[in-house]
């Protein structure tokens, strides 16, 4: 009786059709992208009298988001962590007068070292806090926000403190790195080492995983109470940078500056694809979240918008982030 050889059927995927691919395919990724085209292209034609495509008025939209793109950028690393930082724009407040009243006293150096140390500082008191002691990084810093605003203008009476040094003004957001100005390189600057290191080392992987899910990370042998410390040192230093930007950009540091910012970052954060329950960021979504928001404020403004009316906008903006924020 003679052996027959039976060769088994290759297993047959079903094609897929247009139709299920659309199905499938995750919009939360890219409506930052759709939503930004959509914007523009409305702006475009809405205000194409009021000078909204001239070349002057969207460079100036890249320099009024540069601060909040390079606190945003910070932010991203915390809320992909599933925590919070509600005193960025305190510190970058904080930052701006210290690196003010260290400019007029001792000179350049000293001056860039004091905005550092205002971020080194807060961001190690509120990662002790949180990562050591345990609280919710919401109420420490909450309270920070409160506290970092009133020593900022504790220190100045309220007043503003001018800055004289050329170097710095240059160096931090009044000059230009050839035809590039200076604004923009900063923050793409942080953009891209932010990217890179979030999507290709491994603490960013770690920030991933403690913000995925904080039991298995700890398992694995992360030292999840290190990465949340080090995620709240790494905003508070980007919050001080940012202050340093509105000093040199604005040549002059006042408590107020940096007002309100952690709202924009945060909704320029979420907007972007980041996760408010962590586990996953894009700095590159941040930064076109970013830039969403700072297109929308400039639009508004060239369409006659009051402040309180834009107040109203940004907040629908925040309310619609959460709305599309990515869950687990």
């Known amino acids: 009786m003679s052996k027959v050889n039976t060769i088994a059927p290759r297993d047959t995927v079903a094609p897929r059709n247009f139709g299920t691919v659309l199905k499938d395919l995750d919009w939360r990724r890219y409506v930052i992208y759709i939503g930004f085209v959509v914007v523009f292209l409305f702006f475009a034609v809405l205000l194409r009298d009021q000078g909204f495509l001239s070349p002057n008025n969207l460079l100036n939209i890249f320099r009024q988001t540069a601060t909040i793109t390079v606190i945003a950028v910070g932010m991203t690393y915390v809320i992909a962590c599933a925590e919070i930082d509600l005193s960025v724009g305190s510190v970058a407040g904080l930052s701006s007068v210290c690196t003010a009243m260290a400019l007029s006293q001792w ?94 080392t491994r603490f960013g992987r770690q920030v991933l995983a403690t913000g995925g899910n904080r039991n298995a990370a700890d398992f694995t042998g992360i030292n999840t109470k290190r990465i949340k410390f080090q995620v709240l040192l790494i905003s508070a230093m980007a919050a001080s940078v940012a202050g340093m930007l509105y000093a040199g950009r604005l040549q002059s540091g006042r408590f107020q500056w940096g007002s309100g910012d952690e709202l924009s970052a945060i909704a320029a954060v979420i907007l972007g694809g980041t996760s408010l329950f962590g586990g996953f960021g894009s700095i590159v979504g941040t930064l076109f979240g970013a830039l969403l928001i700072g297109l929308i404020n400039n639009g508004l403004i060239l369409a006659g918008l009051d402040s309180s009316q834009q107040q109203v906008v940004r907040g629908a903006i925040i309310i619609l982030a959460v709305a599309m924020a990515r869950k687990k």
Do not use: K, Y
């Open 107 to 200: 000179g350049l150096v000293p001056g860039i070292l004091a905005g550092l140390a205002v971020g080194l500082v807060v961001g190690s008191i509120n990662g002790a806090l949180v990562s050591l002691l345990g609280i919710p990084s919401f109420l420490v810093t909450l309270g920070m926000l409160g506290i970092a605003v009133g020593v900022a203008q504790w220190i100045t009476a309220s007043a503003p403190q001018p800055i004289l040094n050329d170097t710095f003004n240059m160096l931090f957001g009044s000059g230009n790195f050839g035809p590039v100005p200076g604004l923009v390189v900063w923050s793409a600057i942080f953009v891209a080492i932010g990217a890179v290191v979030l999507n290709r």
